[in-house]
């Protein structure tokens, strides 16, 4: 008998932004997909995933939005670590790109490697593979993704600037 897995991937935190991004507007699998640039199976198994997680209400459709913010303000550097690495070109990202930039001036720069960036600076993986793809399309979902990534890498002060940047658009306060 084949034991169903349900342990949270990157892919699902990328899709749990994006419902967040799109705010209460009304959204299909196949929409999902093209903007996340995933297949309809990867999306259907991540909401299952996140349902699971109690991510998602039992409908798939809905976002737990306090335990999403919970998850990524205490979990998600443990869960999914990330270190900088050499300077590459790419997309900027954390306390590189806004919102976090309004705040914290620096000399140091994050970017996701991606032939379509402009900017140069240290190398952070993203997420997923399809993250630069998909924050080229939606300016909600790239602040939400970066702020996350600030957590994932940035020190203290960016970190306590990015949960409370994160908190403010998760829970709509």
């Given at each position: 008998m084949r034991q169903i897995k349900y342990i949270l991937k990157p892919q699902d935190v990328l899709i749990l932004l994006k419902i967040v991004a799109l705010n209460e507007k009304s959204w299909?699998?196949?929409t999902l997909a093209e903007d996340l640039y995933m297949?309809?199976?990867e999306i259907s198994q991540s909401l299952t995933r996140s349902n699971y997680?109690?991510?998602?209400d039992v409908t798939k459709k809905k976002v737990n939005r306090i335990a999403l913010k919970e998850f990524l303000i205490h979990g998600i550097s443990y869960v999914f670590p990330q270190r900088p690495g050499p300077i590459v070109r790419g997309?900027?990202?954390?306390?590189?790109?806004?919102?976090?930039s309004a705040f914290i001036n620096s000399n140091e720069k994050?970017?996701?490697?991606?032939?379509?960036?402009?900017?140069?600076g240290q190398a952070i993986e993203p997420l997923y593979t399809t993250v630069v793809e998909a924050s080229l399309k939606d300016k909600k979902l790239y602040n939400l993704l970066t702020l996350v990534d600030a957590i994932r890498v940035g020190k203290t002060r960016?970190?306590?600037?990015?949960?409370?940047?994160?908190?403010?658009?998760?829970?709509?306060?």
């Open positions: 299909f699998h196949h297949s309809q199976s997680a109690g991510l998602l997309m900027l990202t954390a306390h590189s790109a806004e919102p976090l994050y970017v996701w490697p991606s032939a379509k960036g402009k900017d140069k960016e970190k306590e600037i990015a949960k409370k940047e994160l908190e403010k658009l998760i829970l709509n306060v």
